[in-house]
C-alpha cells in the first residue's frame, strides 16, 4: 500500500449530480470558481447550496481571482470553506489575512515565472501558503486546458529549497496525470476542463478515468 497517495482535486463545479459522483469515486477535494469572467462561476449563496450534503472529509476550496478583501469575506461567511485558493497577483499578506489556510496558484511561464530561477524566487515569497498549485500561463486563469514545460519547477523541486506541498494542475487529463505524477511526485493534482463536457459540466466517465488513472499509478 502506498502511504504517499496524490490527493485530488476536481474544480469549477457547477452542478450537484457532478459533486455527487466526485464524493463517490473518493476526491479529497472540490473547488468553486469566485471569478465572475470564468464560465465556472458561482455565486456564493448557489456554492453554499450545492455542499449543503456534503460528507465529512471532503475538503471545499474557493477560487478567487484578485478579488477584493470583501469578496472574499462574503464567501467566507456564506460557504465556509476549507481552504481558499488564489490565482492572480495577491501578496502573501493579502492570502493570509482571513485565517484561513490557502493555496496560491502560479501561472508557469508567465513573465518573471517563465524560468526555473524566476519561479523559485517568486514562490518563495509565499512560504505560508498551504500548497503552491502550478497552473498553465494563459490569458485566462485556469481551465484552459493547456499544459506547461514541467522542467520549470526544477528548482523549486530540489530538496534543499523546501517546497510546500506541490499541487500540479494545467492541462491534465485522464492520458498524461501518470506522467505529471511520475515526473513531479506532487502533493496532489487539480484537473477542471480535463474532465469536462462543456465548461462547468462535468463527465462522469471522465472523472472516473482521471480518478482511476491516479489511482493506478499510485499502486
Known sequence: MNLNRTRIKICGLTQKHDIDCAVALGVDAIGFVFYPPSKRYVAPEQASTLVRDLPAFV????????????DVQNVIEVLRPSL?????????????????PYLKAFRVGAPMLDSPEGLANFCAAFGNAAGWLFDSYTVAYGGSGQSFDYSLLSQVLEPQFKARPVVVSGGLNH???????????????????????????????KMADF???VRLIDK
Open 84 to 100: 481558499l485558493q488564489f490565482h492572480g497577483d495577491e501578496t502573501a499578506e493579502f492570502c493570509a489575512s482571513f485565517g484561513l
Open 211 to 213: 480518478v482511476n488513472a
Open 175 to 205: 492520458s498524461n496525470v501518470s506522467q505529471a505524477i511520475q515526473t513531479l511526485k506532487p502533493w496532489a493534482v487539480d484537473v477542471s476542463s480535463g474532465v469536462e463536457q462543456a465548461p462547468g459540466l462535468k463527465s462522469a466517465e
Open 59 to 70: 475538503s471545499t476550496v474557493a477560487l478567487f481571482v484578485n478579488p477584493s478583501k470583501q
